[in-house]
């Protein structure tokens, strides 16, 4: 499946930003998607998955709370409802998608291009 990612841009601190990723190809319902992040210098890492069906999410403790990611199998899409945005969270953001909603299966999956957001202090 082939992905595109967008709605990173520059926001203040506290602020919100929403990602969207979206999929080509029928098949995107049989695939559990995710989002990854990795800023300048430092390792890739996993933020948020959600089942095929959309019935199960996965976060990473830095974001939850404060992240909610949602998919919309209509519209091949998924998205990353980011509040409460830190300068620790700016980095280069990608979707993923995978046979199961582990960072593991999604890391060896299908992946976007990234999308940079930058939170400002």
């Known amino acids: 499946v082939q992905l595109q990612a967008s709605g990173g841009g520059l926001v203040q601190a506290g602020g919100s930003l929403r990602l969207s990723c979206a999929a080509s190809g029928r098949t995107f319902r049989r695939y559990a998607m995710g989002w990854f992040r990795q800023a300048p210098g430092k390792e890739r890492e996993f933020v948020a998955a959600i089942s095929w069906s959309g019935g199960s999410t996965y976060y990473a403790d830095s974001v939850k709370g404060r992240f909610t990611i949602s998919r919309d199998n209509a519209k091949n899409t998924v998205y990353l409802q980011m509040t409460s945005l830190k300068p620790e969270d700016t980095a280069v953001y990608y979707c993923?998608?995978?046979?199961?909603?582990?960072?593991?299966?999604?890391?060896?999956?299908?992946w976007g291009q990234g999308t940079q957001v930058t939170v400002s202090s």
């Open positions: 993923a998608a995978g046979s199961q909603p582990y960072s593991g299966s999604l890391a060896r999956g299908d």
